[in-house]
T-cell receptor
Framework: AQKVTQAQTEISVVEKEDVTLDCVYE???????LFWYKQPPSGELVFLIR??????QNEISGRYSWNFQKSTSSFNFTITASQVVDSAVYFC?????????????FGKGTKLSVIP | DAGITQSPRYKITETGRQVTLMCHQT?????MFWYRQDLGHGLRLIYY???????DKGEVPDGYVVSRSKTENFPLTLESATRSQTSVYFC???????????FGPGTRLLVL
């Protein structure tokens, strides 16, 4: 069965520090998709990135970067030079055909607090 | 472009009452989903729909009913609300089963 583990429940960093949020997944499929979503204190879920299992290239978007390693089943997310506005809960999610429909399976989230 | 909207945003009801949460999307996405978010459980799928008149159960469907007569709408009904259904409910939509799911703003439901 598919599973997503975000072992870090809460992380606190001081502004301008770099921080990495870990995500480990389990799936039996060879074709699957990985996602990161951000949930700021206002409560909405904001899509950040989608990755398919055939594309292991790391991606950088501004201060955000993602490291996808199939060998360790990990899809980690790094924020460089963190800012207070980065304070949020971050969810990693997996979509595969395990449930027959490419449903999203979410990790339990990592709460990031950036202290000014 | 409104995207995906949910109503009401906040709802207080009593045990045993019927409650319907509305979800509307303007993208003509085929797939729509309902999740609930609870502390300690993250987000869990309640029901999803691949197209109008096609729905299927997710991880936690008990106590909920859905329908999808039009592509753009996907209401979720709690037939007889229970305290355990106090939660934040999110609706989402995607173009296809492989594509990114985009979420509505959520509905906070309190069952007394």
């Amino acid at each position: 069965a598919q599973k997503v583990t975000q072992a870090q429940t809460e992380i606190s960093v001081v502004e301008k520090e770099d921080v990495t949020l870990d995500c480990v997944y389990e799936t039996r499929d060879t074709t699957y998709y990985l996602f990161w979503y951000k949930q700021p204190p206002s409560g909405e879920l904001v899509f950040l990135i989608r990755r398919n299992s055939f594309d292991e290239q790391n991606e950088i978007s501004g201060r955000y970067s993602w490291n996808f390693q199939k060998s360790t089943s990990s899809f980690n997310f790094t924020i460089t030079a963190s800012q207070v506005v980065d304070s949020a809960v971050y969810f990693c999610a997996l979509s595969d055909s395990g449930a027959g429909s490419y449903q999203l399976t979410f990790g339990k989230g990592t709460k990031l607090s950036v202290i000014p | 472009d409104a995207g995906i909207t949910q109503s009401p945003r906040y709802k207080i009801t009593e045990t045993g009452r019927q409650v319907t949460l509305m979800c509307h999307q303007t993208w003509s996405h085929s797939y729509m989903f309902w999740y609930r978010q609870d502390l300690g459980h993250g987000l869990r799928l309640i029901y999803y729909s691949a197209a109008a008149d096609i729905t299927d159960k997710g991880e936690v469907p008990d106590g909920y009913v859905v329908s999808r007569s039009k592509t753009e709408n996907f209401p979720l009904t709690l037939e007889s609300a229970t305290r355990s259904q106090t939660s934040v409910y999110f609706c989402a939509s995607s173009e296809s089963y492989r594509e990114t799911q985009y979420f509505g703003p959520g509905t906070r439901l309190l069952v007394l």
